[in-house]
């Protein structure tokens, strides 16, 4: 077995509680079935080099790579691999059968230019609009895979300053809305519209956007991945796993390093997502560590497809942001229900449990603002603006449940608010839990949360607000 491999299994060990049988983890039959079930099967081996790749980190190996990619698959499928280099490349495109090999020793350079990231239909931060591509992607593919010790390094610093200049001239017009969008950047890792994929022990660095996005997909294992996206700065909108709208994924021995959500579960955005109406469901996520980042574990806030059937369990966060996180706005919509958290501690972690159902109103609320004429702006600042009823945008967080969570050294212990007037996180419970920090925090407007073996310590001596609930008693 490699090195890399034994070291993380070792500090997978030394960081996360092992589950053991009767901890509260649930065992439901479609836990079962998650994750590929068939891996790539050809075993002849196509080297890049053998298509005009150089791994100089100066050559442009696009063409070539892809070339290496194409004739495995045209064969019946095989391994692509690499000899040790830097190969420098735009977005490339794994085929059915396929698996795509990175080596220890070797490196694949994302391009700066984002013409190297041909654009696509796909969706985004829960619209569905043209974007780039991203570094790697594995699309309307059946049994492909992307595995090795290597390294994916999508240099995507250009982008996030790209991103934020931007920032800089849509604000003061108040497009903040928008700007993500408009804004258009590679993620590192695309799987889209695709069945029977495994992604492997590679390390990914510094994606212009998202790392690895797992989209309209199903029975897909990433394992043993290594995200580590704060090089030469932090980069905005880096999430480490995002997945989105799709069905029986398995997630496991994997630490990420980003600046943003660490492991995220979504379903669509506002009326384009009410209208793609896709659920995110039958997830199963283990035996992972989160160090920086916006959440250890996230739902939303794109929400609008319903988020369902979720397990997660022996995760440690250690110095994140926020650890076990539920956000969602007014005009997303959509239920997040059934979902079981087990095994969990948090370090250091500024705020290890909150619920958001009015996240970051700036971005989250589309208003035009006057000087623009709504017949002619792109088609995705339309579907942005699409009017959604309070009926369908309400978002709906129930039954959702924690077993034996620790958090220690954290800062507010819990935060969690409802919607004023509309009661819509319901039924959580939490059992052989602790938390301790410098404050409680507060719950408000929430109804039959359960607790059994709860306990809250904070320095600064104020106890847990409960205000303007129903049956919440801890």
Known sequence: MKTKYYLHVLLLLLATTVARAGDGIPDFPWMKDV?????PAGEKIYHASAHGAIGDAIFDCTAAIQSAIDNCAANG?????????????????????????????????????????????????GIEMRWPAALLNIIDAKQAAITGDGVVHGKGKIFWDMYRDMRKEYDPKKLRWIVDYDAKRPRGILVANSEDVTVKDIVIYQPGFWSLHILYSSHVTVDGVIISNNIEGRGPSTDGVDIDSSSDILVQNSNINCNDDNFCLKAGRDSDGLR??????????????????????????????????????????????????????????????????????????????????????????SLLPAGYDPA?????????????SIEQGTPKFKNIHFERVTATDAGTCIVAAGLEGRGTIDAFSFKSCSFSGTSAG??????????????????NGKPLEVKDCRGVNP
Request: overall charge positive; some cysteine.
């Open 35 to 39: 994750g590929a079930h068939r891996f």
């Open 77 to 125: 499928g095989g391994i692509v691999t690499f000899a040790p280099g830097i190969y420098l490349t735009g977005s490339l495109f794994i085929r059915s059968g396929v698996n795509f090999n990175i080596p220890k020793g070797t490196t694949l350079l994302g391009s700066q230019q984002i013409e190297a990231y041909r654009e696509i239909d796909t969706r985004v931060a």
């Open 276 to 365: 793609v109406n896709r659920p995110c469901q039958r997830v199963v996520i283990r035996d992972c560590v989160a160090g920086h980042g916006d959440g250890l574990f996230t739902c939303g806030s794109e929400t609008s497809g319903g988020i369902r059937d979720i397990v997660a369990y022996n995760l440690k966060g250690i110095g994140t942001k926020y650890g076990l996180r539920f956000k969602s706005t007014v005009q997303r919509g959509g239920t997040i229900e059934n979902i079981w958290l087990c095994n969990i501690e948090m370090v250091g972690v500024r705020n290890p449990f909150i619920v958001d159902l009015n996240w970051n109103p700036a971005y989250s609320t």
């Open 376 to 388: 002619t702006i792109p088609d995705h600042w339309k579907k942005m603006l699409a009017p959604v």
């Open 442 to 459: 507060s719950i408000r407007r929430a109804n039959d949360w359960t607790f059994e073996d709860f306990s809250m310590t904070a320095t």
